[in-house]
């Protein structure tokens, strides 16, 4: 099992619409959740961090569930300039050497 | 304007050859990490250097060696050894006030001819 699980997708949705990712991990010792954003061949860029009683920037929402270990993003509103690979990354503890764990991404396609 | 470049975008490898990716920050952060993305896959570490003339192994260091002569660069160089090289890598920085936030470079495309 992977340390962290991304559905690949593609996700395609129309314009406006709201759309959720979910990610798993599987270390329970996890500390930090991150979601990135990547465009197609461009570095990672950090989106937003995640807090454990959910967080919101803008259209975006983050959730943490730590007893079912997993993190949500949620867009509202799509717009043409959402589309791009989103990453999960998870902090293992210190025990683990504080080590970054990034998921193998989902890519979201918004279309008008 | 302070920032993280990788050279070159674009890298062909022929058989049996070392190849260099170059890395510089100009933030004068003491931490630089190499990772390498696979199409499918998450990225994995290949090394760190938390210090000027210290690095460490990452998860995937087999094939690879780094150097850390300088605060500003850490060039990763791809050995012979590294039997399917063709990735998109990446250098990466933490903040400082942060470490769990990365800063990335724009990468590199290795290839094999």
């Known amino acids: 099992r992977k340390e962290v699980e991304q559905d690949p997708g593609p996700f395609n949705v129309p314009e406006g619409a709201t759309v959720a990712f979910n990610c798993t991990y599987s270390?329970?010792?996890?500390?930090?959740f991150f979601w990135y954003r990547q465009d197609c061949r461009k570095e990672p860029k950090l989106l937003m961090s995640?807090?454990?009683s959910g967080n919101e920037d803008g259209r975006f929402t983050a959730q943490l569930n730590r007893a079912s270990q997993y993190i949500s993003l949620l867009i509202r509103d799509s717009k043409l300039s959402d589309s791009a690979t989103y990453l999960c990354?998870?902090?293992?503890?210190?025990?683990?050497?504080?080590?970054?764990?990034f998921g193998a991404g989902t890519i979201l396609r918004v279309k008008s | 304007d302070g920032g993280i470049t990788q050279s070159p975008k674009y890298l062909f490898r022929k058989e049996g050859q070392n190849v260099t990716l170059s890395c510089e920050q100009n933030l004068n952060h003491d931490a630089m990490y190499w990772y390498r993305q696979d199409p499918g896959q998450g990225l994995r570490l290949i090394y760190y250097s938390q210090i000027v003339n210290d690095f460490q192994k990452g998860d995937i260091a087999e094939g690879y060696s780094v150097s850390r002569e300088k605060k500003e660069s850490f060039p990763l160089t791809v050995t012979s050894a590294q039997k399917n090289p063709t990735a998109f890598y990446l250098c990466?920085?933490?903040?400082?006030?942060?470490?769990?936030?990365?800063?990335f470079g724009s990468g590199t495309q290795l290839s094999v001819l």
């Open positions: 990466a920085t933490p903040d400082r006030d942060n470490y769990e936030k990365l800063f």
């Open positions: 995640v807090y454990s």
């Open positions: 270390n329970s010792a996890s500390q930090s």
């Open positions: 990354v998870v902090k293992a503890g210190a025990e683990y050497g504080n080590k970054l764990v």
